[in-house]
């Protein structure tokens, strides 16, 4: 059998409406990791960690209160499915596949139009790890590590001149 290999594409997410369907842990990892990139978020949950509600508080985030509905999704770019009813997130990633919207279903990889990766961020440089589903162990070692070498690195360059690329 044959893994199914996803591309990794770097996308500016700053305009783009978000959606998350869920209120737990799992949300609000998802939650604090994208902030690094928008503040277009809506969380849709009945109920929602402190975390989830103290961002929404500080201005960083939208809260809906209450069972999702359709029309969340409406001029969505992303969805991501985190609530632990399989039943609900099938339903969330068949209206998404519909209407154009990618989607991501926590646990359920076949059902994920991408990954969502782990995150280094250094000054203006972003890396994401990841890998097939059996391999989370592993993504989780080596996006550790790279944070690592990140914060090992010099600080930005800016009007010096670049260090020549060894591979030229």
């Known amino acids: 059998m044959s ?11 700053s305009d783009k409406k978000i959606v998350i369907v869920g ?7 998802r939650v604090k990791a994208l ?9 849709v949950a009945p109920y929602q960690t402190s975390d989830i509600q ?10 809906e209160s209450r069972p999702v ?34 989607v991501h279903v926590e646990d359920v990889q076949e059902d994920c139009d991408f ?15 990841t890998s097939h589903e059996k391999e989370h162990a592993r993504a989780k070692i080596l996006r ?4 690592k070498m990140m914060e090992q690195l010099p600080p930005r360059y800016g009007d010096e001149e670049e260090p020549e690329d060894e591979q030229e």
Not at 69 to 79: E, I, Q, Y
């Open 35 to 43: 902030l690094a990139f928008t503040q277009n978020i809506t969380v």
């Open 69 to 102: 509905r359709r029309s969340d999704f409406l001029n969505a770019f992303l969805v991501l499915a985190a609530t632990d009813d399989r039943k609900l997130n099938e339903t969330i990633c068949d209206i998404c596949r519909d209407e154009g919207i990618f």
């Open 115 to 129: 990954i969502f990766p782990g995150i280094c961020i250094q000054d203006s440089l972003v890396v994401g790890v």
């Open 54 to 63: 103290a961002l929404s508080m500080a201005g960083h985030l939208t809260i």
């Open 3 to 13: 893994t199914k290999r996803y591309f990794p594409l770097f996308v500016d997410l």
């Open 23 to 29: 209120g737990g842990k799992v949300a609000t990892r």
């Open 144 to 147: 550790a590590s790279i944070q």
